[in-house]
């Protein structure tokens, strides 16, 4: 069983920032592709951000030049810094690590609260 845990949600106002963290087993945080997905009420799950094993990253139009995922190798963490925060920023948060290669495989963790007051 591949547990991905999650920690740093919680309650901020608008323009505020929270740190988002996510530890992984070192096999997994090595050698899989690490993100952050977030699903509001009534609304699909959807990417947020993603870091591959080799470093590349990408992010979701809306969060570009708020938010910067990282990785921590020491610690087999990934991070997610989320600046400028926005109402519409609120939503259940979720780990992810995935390959796609020779099959796909997703893990998940169990989400992590983010609310943003107006």
């Known amino acids: 069983q591949v547990q991905l845990v999650e920690s740093g949600g919680g309650l901020v106002q608008a323009g505020g920032s929270l740190r988002l963290s996510c530890s992984a087993p070192?096999?997994?945080?090595?050698?899989?592709?690490m993100g952050w997905y977030r699903q509001a009420p009534g609304k699909q799950r959807e990417l947020v951000a993603a870091?591959?094993?080799?470093?590349?990253?990408n992010y979701a139009d809306s969060v570009k030049g708020r938010f910067t995922i990282s990785r921590d190798n020491a610690k087999n963490t990934v991070n997610l810094q989320m600046n400028s925060l926005k109402p519409e920023d609120t939503a259940v948060y979720y780990c992810?690590?995935?390959?796609?290669?020779?099959?796909?495989?997703?893990?998940w963790g169990q989400g992590t609260q983010v609310t943003v007051s107006s």
């Open positions: 992810n690590a995935r390959r796609d290669y020779p099959v796909e495989i997703n893990y």
């Open positions: 070192p096999i997994i945080f090595t050698i899989y592709d």
């Open positions: 870091i591959a094993s080799g470093g590349s990253t």
